[in-house]
């Protein structure tokens, strides 16, 4: 019997329009995400009614998923860059930043940057003595104050700006064997080990087992590189960067011009 067809989405500039404006850099890094236009958003209800199963798989941990996409059908999360995974609400795995590596990572960066943000499933919490810099999430000064905040320091990831990334692209003892990825519009991020989108995605599909047929994947940034090595038809949004064109089967259109609708018409999913 074929399987159902699966679906993973990356949420911003895919589904999600990335913010502009006064707010923007309070959504696009620790916020909530934009919400889908109307059109992408039934193309999901479609997509679902037909029978398939949608994933979303995104940088972002829950938290800062858009309520209106969370309302969508969808069969589980790929969050935090791949760092958690779940089928329905059954977690699949959880990786975590250890206390001490978190504690290297944190001093380097901070001196050279401010602009600092740690990920954990339920919030996103600014780094850095500018607690104004980013208003609308709870900031703490460093390390220390954060493991007061979280003792358990459940964080599966950490964003940064330029300056960030560069420290730590000089620093490969502190780096180690972590990733680092510009994930575009100026924001980077770090993450343990065998995490990637691709892990989260392979971990899902092994638990579907035969219920998975044809599996699709959409994106738009370098973060989605690894999410095209676990499906079977890559699609990159007209808004993607060139690499991520380059490695697509398909270049579907832009945000802003419904492009998840259109893949999913193209494909003959809806």
């Excluded at 949420?11 to 707010?23: E, I, Q, V």
């Excluded at 977690?91 to 960066?109: S, T």
């Excluded at 770090?190 to 995605?201: F, H, L, N, V």
Aim: hydrophobic share 45%; with cysteine.
């Amino acid at each position: 019997m074929q399987g159902k067809p699966i679906l993973f989405v990356d949420l911003d500039n895919t589904l999600a329009p990335r913010a502009t404006g006064p707010d923007a850099a309070e959504r696009n890094v620790g916020g909530v995400c934009m919400p889908p236009s109307e059109r992408d958003a039934d193309a999901i209800r479609a997509f679902a009614e037909a029978g398939g199963l949608c994933f979303w798989c995104t940088g972002r941990p829950r938290s800062g998923i858009n309520p209106a996409i969370l309302a969508l059908p969808h069969a589980g999360r790929v969050t935090m860059a791949g760092a958690r995974a779940c089928v329905g609400e059954k977690v699949l795995f959880e990786n975590r930043i250890p206390a001490e590596k978190l504690e290297a990572l944190l001093g380097l960066l901070l001196q050279v940057t401010d602009d600092i943000v740690v990920e954990t499933e339920a919030e996103s919490i600014g780094v850095g003595p500018n607690r104004a810099l980013r208003p609308h999430i709870r900031t703490v000064a460093d390390f220390d104050e954060l493991k007061c905040v979280i003792p358990s320091l459940p964080v599966g990831k950490i964003c940064m700006d330029p300056r960030g990334a560069q420290a730590l692209l000089a620093a490969t003892e502190v780096l180690g064997d972590y990733s680092l990825v510009d994930t575009a519009g100026g924001v980077w991020e770090t993450t343990p080990p065998e995490t990637s989108k691709c892990a989260g995605i392979r971990a899902v599909l092994a638990e579907l087992g035969d219920e998975a047929g044809t599996v699709y994947g959409i994106g738009d940034s370098g973060n989605d590189l690894p999410l095209f090595e676990a499906v079977d038809v890559r699609i990159a949004m007209g808004n993607a960067t060139d690499e991520v064109k380059e490695t697509a089967d398909w270049v579907t259109t832009g945000v802003l011009e419904g492009g998840v609708a259109v893949a999913l018409e193209h494909f003959g999913l809806i």
